[in-house]
């Protein structure tokens, strides 16, 4: 079964960030009140947190936006190949935050895989009973591609000015097993790499790429985090985006399939969301 997001109808140059009309609100970090929910494709639930004071939000959106060319924080929905993954496709998901590997001025905890609340706090999705996770297909935003091509006001050009520095963004993706239980595996894909000795090898991906995923086939969730090689006192300064497409499941045993819907219900706690302005330099630093 591919899981495409074609099924989630969007307007043409569109996208949908919640938040979700039966979704459930919470006081969040900032005081501000956020409306936790999810939408679903091909039976996925994807989560989504959707600031209502502040119109921000994280987790997961599905969009459908081309533009490749357009920097900065008003195009935080393209991605960088400028449709979905193969012929015909618009949709895609775009997932949104992160847990810094290192301790810093906003959060002194560094992000721990084994912890079932950190991986809950990262862009999540849960699988359908009845099917497990093989593969799915990876590629930045437009937003996070030019960011790393050129710079920008809070994140620096990868390779810096002489081109030498030994730059990365990574996407990692987690899971949690029927247990409840964290799995001991972390898979993980380059979505940027400047560390060859050879210049002429970094690349910045503008393709979609295939990852295998079926390690964690025991995973009835996955969970997302993105780390970079460029960080500062608040944490990682590249912008915690990546893109999603082509979801492929296999059966783990005779199931019926859930109707996709556009909307579904989640309760999930830890919420870490505020205003644009601090999304920008904090929530970057935290899912």
């Known amino acids: ?157 990868f390779g810096g000015i002489s081109g030498d520095d030994p730059d990365f963004f990574k996407l990692s993706v987690f899971g949690i097993d029927a247990g409840g239980q964290a799995l001991p595996i972390e898979v993980e894909l380059y979505l940027a790499d400047y560390r060859f000795s050879d210049n002429s090898l970094d690349y910045i991906l503008s393709d979609w790429t295939y990852l295998d995923l079926s390690a964690l086939s025991e995973a009835v969730s996955l969970h997302f985090n993105v780390s970079s090689s460029d960080v500062g006192d608040f944490g990682m300064n590249t912008p915690g985006y990546f893109a999603i497409d082509n979801l492929t499941l296999t059966p783990t045993t005779t199931s019926v399939v859930p109707e996709p819907s556009t909307f579904g219900l989640l309760a999930v706690g830890g919420i870490v969301l505020g205003a644009v302005a601090i999304r920008r330099r904090k929530l970057r630093t935290s899912a």
């Open 1 to 157: 079964m591919i899981v495409d997001f074609e099924d989630f109808l969007l307007a043409a140059e569109s996208h949908y960030n919640g938040p979700d009309p039966n979704g459930i609100d919470v006081i969040g970090q900032f005081g501000s009140t956020v409306r936790v929910g999810s939408f679903f494709s091909g039976g996925v639930e994807f989560v989504n947190h959707y600031d209502l004071d502040f119109g921000s939000w994280a987790r997961f959106a599905v969009s459908n936006e081309t533009d490749t060319t357009t920097p900065g924080f008003t195009n935080q929905f393209s991605a960088y190949p400028g449709s979905g993954a193969g012929t015909g496709s618009d949709n895609y998901g775009v997932g949104f935050g992160f847990d810094n590997l290192q301790p810093n001025l906003f959060d002194p905890t560094p992000f721990d895989p084994t912890n079932v609340d950190h991986l809950l706090g990262l862009p999540t999705l849960h699988l359908p009973d009845g099917y497990q996770i093989e593969s799915a297909l990876f590629t930045n935003t437009t937003y996070t591609a030019l960011s790393m091509l050129i710079g920008d006001p809070f994140a620096k050009k």
